[in-house]
């Protein structure tokens, strides 16, 4: 990729990374997020690679060292105890080598390392082999409690990183969340509550950490107990392309890599399997009832990423951009649980721009190029904001923020041809 002349927005993107870094690991903004978040400091990683190598590896080195004994790598890393942010270390009880959070985040880890590592083959070559068997550890954990036809699952609405898609909604209605006593949210001291989940989503969101804590974490006691499990589009396409940059970098490397093969042709099933061929999309599945979700989400939109083509999904992403003038929007503007303004039931997120748009881009699709230049507009007219309403571009959540930097950095503030 070649770069747009640098401006004063590549220098603003470099600053806002630069005034996050918190010493090994990016905080996604100050304030409402204090902390390390997993798949946000992917793409911080592959932010400063752009302009500070040694750093990006840096990143993703920190959030493996909170790796648990069986593979898992937390969503939240508390390095330092923050009294804004709830919850905490003291509510999740993470048993891992660092304070942490109980449940994982989508694993774009490998896709940035090796997106890195392709930048910095020889001198990164070590640090690479390094990482290797501590992301098939990772990827290995998923495949071993999260899978339901071959479909990657979320046992937390925080897990997919999409915390109130209403792909959830029919999940959450399930939980009854009795006993989950009197708690402070901090999130609406930092942002207005229209643009966060509501309380009855907040109940069941600490009811499920409740009961992970109280069962200590332990996967297959949680496999019995959890009602909450959805199998979904942004965990499996995520993981079925990061086990395939996983595999290519291992090869690259000399290193083992059995059995990643078949564990592709798996997630590649796993990927049919949540084809929803009334609505004629990808879509959630409850992994309990088998009901669908019914929802074309931009984790939808995921097929290409992890190279599975669908015209049928093309059709939908079409139609959606044509619907409002800064997508892509996180749920369809036409469904009547459309939110422009509630964080993951209509607003626009950067990252998942960059993830569609990169899928596209691989296949040769001018549709790309037309997420790209949307993600373009919106970063230039309204700044690095947390996501933004799809509607009108008005920014909203957290200001300053390190992924939609990073996401300029690494793809929207550049041009295509070379890719
Ligand atoms: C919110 C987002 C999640 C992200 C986190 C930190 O919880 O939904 O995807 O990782 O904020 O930015």
Not at 187 to 206: F, L
Not at 253 to 264: A, F, K, N, S, V
Not at 304 to 322: F, I, K, N, T
Not at 398 to 414: P, R
């Amino acid at each position: 990729m070649t770069s747009l002349p640098k401006t004063d927005l590549w220098d603003h993107a470099q600053q806002i990374l630069i005034q996050n870094d918190r010493g090994g690991y990016t905080i996604p903004t100050a304030g409402l997020y204090p902390y390390q978040w997993n798949w946000d400091s992917a793409f911080a990683a592959v932010g400063f690679a752009q302009f500070d190598i040694d750093r990006a590896w840096t990143e993703i080195e920190t959030l493996f060292s909170g790796q648990w004994e069986d593979g898992m790598v937390p969503h939240i890393l508390f390095h330092k105890p923050d009294p804004g942010y709830y919850p905490g270390h003291d509510v999740w009880g993470g048993i891992g080598p660092i304070p942490s959070s109980g449940i994982s985040q989508p694993p774009v880890a490998a896709t940035m390392a090796r997106i890195i590592f392709e930048q910095d083959a020889e001198a990164g070559r070590a640090r690479a082999e390094a990482l290797f068997p501590k992301m098939l550890h990772w990827h290995r954990w998923f495949l071993k409690w999260r899978l339901d036809q071959g479909a990657v699952c979320v046992t937390h609405p925080w897990e997919a990183g999409r915390d109130n898609t209403p792909e959830w909604d029919g999940a959450m209605a399930r939980i009854d969340p009795v006993g989950v006593g009197e708690y402070t949210r901090r999130d609406t001291t930092h942002v207005d509550g229209s643009m966060r989940p509501t309380k009855y989503d907040y109940d069941r969101y600490i009811w499920l950490v409740q009961m992970g804590r109280r069962l200590n974490w332990d996967q297959a006691a949680l496999l019995k107990e959890n009602p909450f499990r959805v199998a979904d589009p942004t965990m499996t396409f995520i993981l079925l392309r990061a086990h395939r940059d996983l595999l290519m970098m291992g090869q690259a490397l000399g290193l083992d890599t059995g059995g990643m093969e078949d564990e592709i042709a798996l997630l590649e099933a796993g990927a049919q399997s949540i084809w929803n061929p009334e609505l004629g999309s990808f879509d959630g599945r409850d992994a309990h009832t088998g009901e669908w979700a019914g929802c074309v989400s931009n984790a939808s939109f995921l097929n290409w990423y992890a190279g599975v083509p669908s015209d049928g999904q093309r059709a939908h992403l079409e139609r959606v951009m044509d619907l409002v003038p800064y997508g892509v929007p996180s749920h369809d503007p036409s469904s009547d649980r459309f939110d422009s303004k509630r964080y993951w039931r209509g607003p626009t997120w950067a990252i998942m721009n960059m993830m569609i748009g990169l899928g596209l881009e691989d296949y040769g699709d001018p549709l790309g190029q037309r997420v790209r230049e949307a993600t373009r507009e919106l970063i230039t007219r309204f700044g690095f904001a947390e996501y933004y309403d799809p509607t009108d571009g008005t920014p909203a959540g957290g200001k300053s923020f390190t992924w939609t930097a990073a996401v300029w950095l690494a793809w929207a503030g550049k041009t295509e041809e070379t890719n």
